[in-house]
């Protein structure tokens, strides 16, 4: 599996990562399973967050990374906060003390002493950036954490975080995949009237180029917002035969191709899949090894039913 070097940091971290949002339900042995199944396909970067399952998934992580004997030095750990949820609450929180609590309770799910990488999982409206680089510096000067990054923030929010925090933002998580296109879409339909000339994503993939931060993308084979999986979907029959046509000529998967399509854009993307199934890990790893031409590319993006004008 290829490396790549995430922002300006010194993290040299597999470029397809596995998120462990539904590992919270899975049985100690199946967790165990889907960890050894990405190590043993050269993943070494894995991302949670306090509310993935309420906590369950990271704490099922940090269970198996033990049951494992997984070398903590072998792997990178990036966890999410700043979204606070109960039975009748939900709010975002960038206050100092949450964010602080939210790596400390993290880490003692996971296990570990540090993070890799600690992310603002969603953008707080009432945020006070003083306060934000406050515990990015207290996380930082304890050792807590390593580096720091965003998740579905748009650029000027970004920028407004930088007036305070002094630290580099490394990364972007944001929804990105075959059937969720919309950084791209505007860039196509620059100038336009037409729904997808829309500025939905502040022009995220040009700025995250700029400034050096990594996209990670999220739900790289859901439609919508966890709509269900495209592949194999048959509401999705024109996209499906390409990519079956595509991954007949390259000898692989369909979800491979998926993922290639991700790997192939330019800004060096890092893809997070959510697979708990060593089947389909093995299969979306593959799309490391795929390298689309240009012309397969853009077969890909029409037959998600896109238009280049
Ligand atoms: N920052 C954010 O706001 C945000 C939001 C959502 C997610 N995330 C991150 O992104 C990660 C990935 O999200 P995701 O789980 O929605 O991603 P995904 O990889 O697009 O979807 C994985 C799901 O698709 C299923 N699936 C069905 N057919 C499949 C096939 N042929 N190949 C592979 N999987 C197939 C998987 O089931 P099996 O397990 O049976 O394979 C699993 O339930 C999460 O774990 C989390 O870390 C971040």
């Known amino acids: 599996m290829k490396k790549i070097r995430l922002g300006n940091s010194e993290l040299n971290a597999s470029r397809i990562g596995l998120g462990v949002m539904r590992m919270g339900t899975r049985s100690e042995r199946d967790a165990q399973k889907t960890i050894e199944s990405a190590i043993s396909h050269g993943i070494n970067f894995?991302?949670?967050?306090?509310?993935?399952?309420?906590?369950?998934?990271?704490t099922a992580f940090g269970r198996t990374l033990k049951d494992a004997k997984i070398s903590r030095d072998k792997i990178l750990i990036q966890s999410k906060g700043g979204i606070v949820r109960g039975d009748n609450f939900k709010r975002v929180d960038y206050s100092k003390e949450n964010l602080i609590q939210s790596v400390e309770d993290e880490l003692s799910r996971i296990?570990?002493?540090?993070?890799?990488?600690?992310?603002?999982?969603?953008?707080?409206v009432l945020v006070e950036p003083d306060e934000?680089?406050?515990?990015?510096?207290?996380?930082?000067?304890?050792?807590?954490?390593?580096?720091?990054?965003?998740?579905?923030?748009?650029?000027?929010?970004?920028?407004?975080?930088?007036?305070?925090?002094?630290?580099?933002?490394?990364?972007?998580?944001?929804?990105?995949?075959?059937?969720?296109?919309?950084?791209?879409?505007?860039?196509?339909?620059?100038?336009?009237?037409?729904?997808?000339?829309?500025?939905r994503d502040a022009e995220l993939l040009a700025?995250?180029?700029?400034?050096?931060?990594?996209?990670?993308?999220?739900?790289?084979l859901q439609f919508g917002y966890f709509g269900g999986v495209f592949v194999d979907n048959p509401?999705?029959?024109?996209?499906?035969?390409?990519l079956g046509k595509l991954a007949d000529e390259y000898h692989t998967s369909k979800s491979a191709i998926a993922?290639?399509?991700?790997?192939?854009?330019?800004?060096?993307?890092?893809?997070?899949?959510?697979?708990?199934?060593?089947?389909?890990?093995?299969?979306?790893?593959?799309?490391d090894n795929v390298n689309l031409t240009r012309q397969d590319w853009y077969d890909i993006y029409l037959a998600a039913g896109n238009v280049l004008p």
Do not use: C
């Not at 296990?111 to 707080?124: A, E, M, N, Q, S």
């Not at 700025?207 to 790289?220: A, G, K």
């Not at 509401?235 to 390409?242: I, S």
């Not at 800004?267 to 093995?282: K, L, T």
């Open 132 to 199: 934000v680089a406050e515990a990015f510096n207290i996380l930082e000067q304890s050792g807590k954490v390593r580096y720091f990054g965003v998740s579905n923030q748009n650029s000027l929010d970004i920028e407004l975080l930088k007036t305070a925090v002094k630290q580099p933002l490394i990364v972007n998580q944001l929804q990105f995949g075959i059937m969720h296109t919309g950084m791209i879409d505007q860039q196509i339909h620059v100038n336009m009237t037409d729904d997808a000339a829309n500025m």
């Open 207 to 220: 700025y995250s180029r700029i400034h050096n931060m990594t996209i990670q993308t999220w739900s790289p």
């Open 259 to 287: 993922v290639a399509w991700i790997l192939r854009h330019p800004a060096n993307m890092q893809v997070i899949i959510g697979s708990m199934s060593e089947h389909h890990i093995q299969e979306m790893a593959e799309g």
């Open 46 to 58: 894995f991302d949670s967050a306090n509310v993935y399952g309420a906590g369950k998934s990271s």
């Open 235 to 242: 509401d999705f029959p024109e996209l499906n035969e390409v």
């Open 111 to 124: 296990g570990t002493d540090y993070l890799d990488v600690f992310v603002l999982h969603r953008p707080d």
